[in-house]
């Protein structure tokens, strides 16, 4: 199967795979890594890499090149280059400013711990911070507009959520690092992201990133949320519970590849399991169908 690295002529549907560099990739990755590929490979679209490094303490050096390594060696190609968060302070400045002019986002200067016996932060500084002197960060005001997020999503359905039950979520944070929210929108808006393919663990933060689309003007893309992958102990799969890395040898790789099609309900061939990955793949994307993806969590088996 010839790279795909390069698409001349952009096409309408682009999607995206925004790993946070603390560590080599696990299956749950390869899992949300493939279906996102696939899903915009079968529509003939863009397939970007972007690297979510906006949290230096978490992110050792040469992490996101293990990333890149592991994503090749399963034949996971991205179109143009690589995009790294840390390039667009500027980006996520701008895109604060605009909520504070609108008066969407405010300075806060409360401690966890003073709000500790709240399920979610009860917006003491909405009008003012409570401690001036104190280091701020700053919040997505959820009590004015809408108070419900609604969209479709692909495997999941109508969702419908109360934003003011999430609380006012952290924009940019007290030591001065940008926080998730903002940086994922701002970034999915700049490259023009239409399709969005994640793991279901991050379900509950898209009514905040459509809040924000909403306000900062953006286009929503379309989500599609995954099942978790779980361990046998029922544990989802994750670098905190020891994942194992994914494997860089080809006759690692192979029938590895095979257990995460399977897994995402795309039934390939037994026949399939020790073929080069470019065979895997070129089969997979002819035959993919999100809507064969199960309703429920899956657990990972062992490959041999």
Same mark, same amino acid.
């Given at each position: ?37 696939? *899903? ?34 399963? $034949? ?14 500027? *980006?996520?400045?701008?895109?604060? *400013? ?68 999430? $609380? ?48 900062? $003007? ?87």
């Amino acid at each position: 199967m010839p790279s795909q690295r390069h698409i001349e002529h952009g096409p309408a549907v682009v999607g995206r795979f925004a790993p946070t560099p603390s560590g080599p990739l696990h299956f749950g990755s390869l899992l949300a890594a493939l279906a996102s590929w696939l *899903d915009v490979r079968s529509q003939g679209g863009r397939w970007l890499l972007r690297i979510e490094d906006i949290d230096p303490p978490r992110c050792p050096p040469g992490a996101s090149d293990t990333i890149i390594k592991q994503l090749d060696a399963f $034949g996971l190609y991205h179109d143009g280059a690589v995009e790294y968060q840390h390039d667009h302070d500027s *980006d996520y400045q701008m895109a604060l *400013d605009a909520l504070v002019n609108a008066g969407m986002a405010y300075p806060c200067s409360c401690s966890r711990k003073e709000w500790q016996h709240f399920s979610v932060y009860p917006g003491w500084c909405r009008h003012g911070p409570l401690h001036p002197e104190r280091d701020v960060a700053w919040r997505l005001r959820t009590d004015i507009g809408d108070p419900d997020i609604c969209w479709q999503d692909r495997r999941m359905g109508h969702q419908r959520w109360s934003l003011p039950e999430l $609380g006012d979520v952290v924009l940019k944070r007290r030591d001065g690092l940008w926080a998730y929210q903002l940086a994922v929108v701002a970034d999915d808006a700049r490259q023009g992201i239409t399709d969005i393919v994640r793991g279901a663990d991050l379900l509950d933060n898209t009514p905040w990133q459509v809040r924000l689309q909403q306000a900062l $003007g953006y286009p929503t893309p379309r989500y599609l949320h995954l099942p978790l992958v779980v361990a046998a102990n029922g544990q989802k799969l994750s670098k905190q519970n020891m994942a194992p890395a994914l494997p860089l040898q080809d006759h690692a790789v192979r029938p590895l590849l095979h257990d995460a099609l399977t897994l995402l309900g795309q039934s390939p061939e037994q026949s399939m399991r020790h073929a080069p990955v470019s065979h895997q793949l070129s089969a997979a994307v002819n035959g993919w169908r999100p809507h064969f993806l199960t309703s429920h969590n899956v657990q990972q088996t062992t490959s041999s």
